[in-house]
């Protein structure tokens, strides 16, 4: 039984190891404690990817602190703006309102609010 739970334990760490964290301008999702966000998604050039800024109040000096990031600064890609928010769901927040927001002559995109549960 030691041997399971000494196994069980090393697996639990490098799993660890390799997780990545998501933090927007240096601050955790799970340190944000607004009580509303706001999360819009931007195409990639070149690539089927998003990118999520997501704003909760901060500073915004350029795109990049709105950007959310790994542990090592590096963008995160989604596969959709609703892939994000169903993660996002897991920091306690639920989706509160959706609206469109025009991003171009002929085109939209939706922006998420989420509240605090």
């Given at each position: 039984?030691?041997?399971?739970?000494?196994?069980?334990?090393?697996?639990?760490?490098?799993?660890?190891?390799?997780?990545?964290?998501?933090?927007?301008?240096?601050?955790?999702?799970?340190?944000?404690?607004?009580d509303y966000?706001?999360?819009?998604?931007?195409?990639?050039?070149?690539?089927?990817?998003?990118?999520?800024?997501?704003?909760?109040?901060?500073?915004?000096?350029e795109f990049?602190?709105?950007?959310?990031?790994?542990?090592?600064?590096?963008?995160?890609?989604?596969?959709?703006?609703?892939?994000?928010?169903?993660?996002?769901?897991?920091?306690?927040?639920?989706?509160f309102q959706?609206?469109?927001?025009?991003?171009?002559?002929?085109?939209?995109?939706?922006?998420?609010?989420?509240?605090?549960?």
């Amino acid at each position: 039984m030691k041997k399971i739970t000494s196994l069980a334990t090393v697996v639990a760490c490098f799993a660890l190891l390799s997780a990545k964290a998501q933090n927007v301008n240096g601050v955790r999702l799970s340190d944000i404690h607004a009580d509303y966000v706001e999360i819009k998604g931007s195409v990639r050039p070149f690539s089927d990817k998003i990118l999520i800024s997501l704003e909760y109040g901060q500073v915004v000096g350029e795109f990049n602190d709105v950007v959310v990031k790994d542990d090592a600064g590096k963008r995160m890609e989604f596969n959709s703006v609703l892939d994000f928010v169903n993660k996002f769901k897991n920091y306690g927040y639920e989706a509160f309102q959706v609206y469109s927001e025009q991003s171009g002559k002929d085109s939209s995109r939706p922006v998420y609010f989420m509240k605090r549960k």
